[in-house]
């Protein structure tokens, strides 16, 4: 069974008058257990409103079409529902919550899982053991780990902290939003190196990004062209080193 | 009596007079109280400092003065009520009046009942009591002065520092279901040098009928004394609490309080600090929470009168719909008060459309060389950071909990850390946890 399907998926979001504007035109994609996909796409294609649809932020409308996730209808599931069944949205824009520590976040939302599957709550120790593992590979200070979600971390170091929170949730769908947006060379590599650790054969991973650099350290089996709402080339990651040379011109002059 | 204000709100049931041999300042005090309060009457919202907070209500409540006979209700333990268990000296006042004294004082602390301390010492608190606060224009504080029959007083002598804190529990109790009025008196001085950490938990005893409690406490800080003032207000709906602290602080002096208020159908907790000695400090924080049928009043004057001292002013609270929050916040620098450092800050989220929030910052500066600053702000909850818990799998509810807390823990901070920050951060989880059921669940 695919472990994402969409089907034909269109959705709207709201304009700053209030009116419907379509961004999604009708996409469709199947990523199946162990598969990496990645979408590029130049701005404004619907990079991030994909992504944002797949994980269920309020804002978007769907108005047609499907999206199933391990044979289940995403779209009729909330946001924390859908996180709850393994899906996992690394921001583009991690968000700060003052007055929350990275740690009890953490362990609230590992429980809020494991409650949810009927299991018992994660013992301090190995919540702690796992924590620091992490963390370790992923280059995260401890001082880190004691302040507030977020806040006071410098671009890279919230990406970290996002590919930290991949691993500890083990989701079974990556859902990557420009992951590599405002990191340098080594904070890339790291992060890459984060997420490449967490590649099995039973896990999916949606990569959006708008430069192929990422593709060289994640290395995508299919790479899909994102323009004006919809698909329009879909190849192995050979079509990412094309898009490097020529650039989006050709798809975003086909789109108009 | 009587017969001078027939159409005066809780004073038309006759007034209880003090004793026949009171001392002659005492009864003067009396007196004065009383003419500004017929006067005055009940303060109307055409009266600018009231003018958020009506207390409309109460004439339709048939109230009786406290005649001093409640005691806490069987098995009642204040504990259970208040912060509960600490290393804290503990005292008790049931409806203001005090319920015993901790045995085992430190040489130099004094604490005693303040009818008792009238009754046989009263040149002990003469030097103080009435001439801290003042009655011009608190038209409810006149009046406690005017019905005062009890309360505690805490006097520490120059040079003693109090190792423990003083945790006195103030208890509403309505035990004949009698609607009752009272008019509790403090009074708190710190010789030079002294240092004490007061913890007050003004709190009702289960199923109390309406109350109104009245309170004053006077405050003298000596020169380079410290108080640290820490106050959980959990009051019943039936009850209304209006507390005036008027504090005056010496050269050096620092006056730091904290008020975490989360109970009762209408609280008012006023403070007027005057800073009367250069370096001195004071730091008036605080934390509420509102829920449906719940008006909750901050009101704080900060009064610079010297050079050189400062002050900080935070609070933040969260209204849910149906509740109504008052912050007013006023600071005032008089001419010769250069180098004064003030600053004001109230941050208020509203967690639904008919929750109310009333914010009055007044800056008055006479003097040329300050640091002066206010910020108020009334915000919703942050969407994206609940996205963003939920996106993690935390369910709704549970990250708007986790939010709320967040907010309101940030300014309980202020209570120095150890067992009264956990006990206070215990009181915010469990009031969380109440209206987790009734506040998410239904919307």
């Known amino acids: 069974m695919a472990l994402l399907e969409i089907k034909d998926l269109h959705a709207t979001v709201e304009d700053d008058d209030g009116n419907p504007k379509p961004i999604l035109k009708g996409i469709s994609l199947t990523i199946n257990p162990g598969e990496i996909h990645a979408v590029m796409g130049p701005n404004g294609a619907g ?80 919540f702690l053991k796992m924590m620091k593992a992490n963390a370790k590979k992923l280059g ?45 060379i080594d904070a890339l590599r790291v992060v890459a190196d984060g997420v490449n650790a967490l590649r099995t054969p039973e896990r999916g991973m949606l990569v959006i990004t708008h430069y192929q650099r990422l593709l060289d350290y994640i290395v995508p089996d299919v790479v899909h062209v994102l323009a004006d709402g919809r698909i329009v080339k879909s190849g192995d990651k050979s079509l990412a080193l094309e898009l490097e040379a020529k650039g989006y011109a050709e798809f975003t002059g086909a789109a108009a | 009596m009587t017969d001078l204000a027939p159409t005066i709100p809780l004073i038309s049931d006759g007034i209880a007079p003090g004793a026949a041999d009171e001392p002659a300042w005492l009864a003067d005090l009396r007196r004065a109280g009383l003419s500004v309060y ?20 109460l ?9 001093g006979r409640a005691r806490l209700p069987d098995g009642g333990d204040s504990d259970a009520l208040a912060l509960g268990p600490d290393d804290a000296l503990r005292v008790t006042l049931v409806n203001g ?67 423990r804190p003083l945790h006195v529990v103030s208890v509403s109790n309505t035990p004949d279901g009698q609607a009752r009025h009272g008019h509790p008196r403090h009074l708190i001085v710190l010789g030079d040098g002294a240092r004490a950490t007061l913890v007050e938990s003004r709190v009702s005893a289960p199923g109390a009928a309406d109350s ?18 820490l106050r959980h207000v959990e009051r019943a709906d039936t009850a209304v609490d209006l507390d005036l602290t008027e504090a005056t602080l010496g050269e050096g002096a620092t006056y730091d309080t904290f008020t975490l208020t989360l109970g009762g159908r209408l609280v ?35 009064d610079h009168a010297v050079p050189d001292a400062t002050s900080d002013q935070v609070f933040k609270g969260v209204v849910d719909a149906g509740g109504k929050a008052v912050f007013q916040g006023k600071i005032i620098v008089r001419k010769d008060a250069q180098r004064t450092d003030g600053n004001q800050l109230h941050k208020a989220m509203l967690l639904a459309r008919d929750a109310e929030v009333y914010t009055k910052p007044e800056l008055e500066i006479y003097a040329d060389d300050v640091t002066c600053s206010h910020g108020a702000t009334v915000g919703e909850l942050d969407l994206n950071q609940l996205f963003y818990l939920m996106a993690r799998g935390i369910p709704e509810a549970d990250a ?24 206070f951060l215990g009181r915010v989880r469990a009031w969380q946890a109440r209206r987790h059921a009734t506040t998410w669940e239904t919307s």
């Open chain 1, 47 to 126: 990079k991030s409103t994909l992504s944002n649809v797949i994980s269920g932020r309020p804002g978007y409308t769907v108005t047609g079409g499907t999206v199933t996730y391990d044979g289940q209808d995403l779209l009729e599931m909330e946001a924390d529902e859908r996180a709850r069944a393994g899906i996992f949205l690394a921001f583009q824009y991690p968000v700060e919550i003052p007055g929350v520590a990275t740690g009890t976040f953490l362990k609230t939302a590992i429980n809020a899982r494991r409650k949810a599957n009927g299991e018992p709550e994660i013992e301090a120790v190995d």
């Open chain 1, 140 to 184: 995260v200070a401890d001082s880190m780990l004691k302040r507030p979600v977020n806040v006071g971390f410098s671009g890279g170091e919230k990406k970290r902290a996002e590919v930290l929170q991949m691993a500890m949730l083990e989701p079974r769908l990556c859902v990557l939003d420009e992951t590599d947006s405002g990191l340098d």
């Open chain 2, 38 to 57: 017929t006067e005055r009457g009940l303060p109307t919202v055409k009266v600018e400092a009231w003018k958020y907070t009506s207390l409309a209500g």
């Open chain 2, 59 to 67: 004439k339709k409540i048939p109230f009786v003065l406290d005649d």
């Open chain 2, 97 to 163: 009046r005090l319920a015993g004294v901790p045995a085992d004082l430190p040489a130099g602390v004094r604490i005693a009942s303040l009818a008792h301390l009238l009754a046989t010492e009263p040149s002990v608190v003469e030097p103080h009591l009435g001439r801290i606060a003042d009655l011009a224009d608190a038209p409810m504080g006149a009046l406690n002065a005017a019905l005062m029959a009890d309360g505690l007083v805490v006097l520490v002598a120059p040079g003693t520092v109090l190792e």
């Open chain 2, 212 to 229: 109104l409690c009245n309170a004053v406490t006077e405050i003298a800080l000596g020169r380079e004394a410290r108080l640290s003032h």
């Open chain 2, 268 to 302: 008012r907790n006023e403070a007027r600090v005057r800073l009367r000695g250069g370096g001195a400090s004071t730091a008036l924080k605080g934390a509420y929470g509102a829920r449906a049928g719940q008006h909750f009043d901050t009101t704080l004057v900060v």
């Open chain 2, 400 to 423: 708007r909990a986790l939010l709320v807390e967040a907010f309101l823990d940030d300014v309980v901070e202020a209570v120095p850390e150890g067992p009264l920050r956990e006990a």
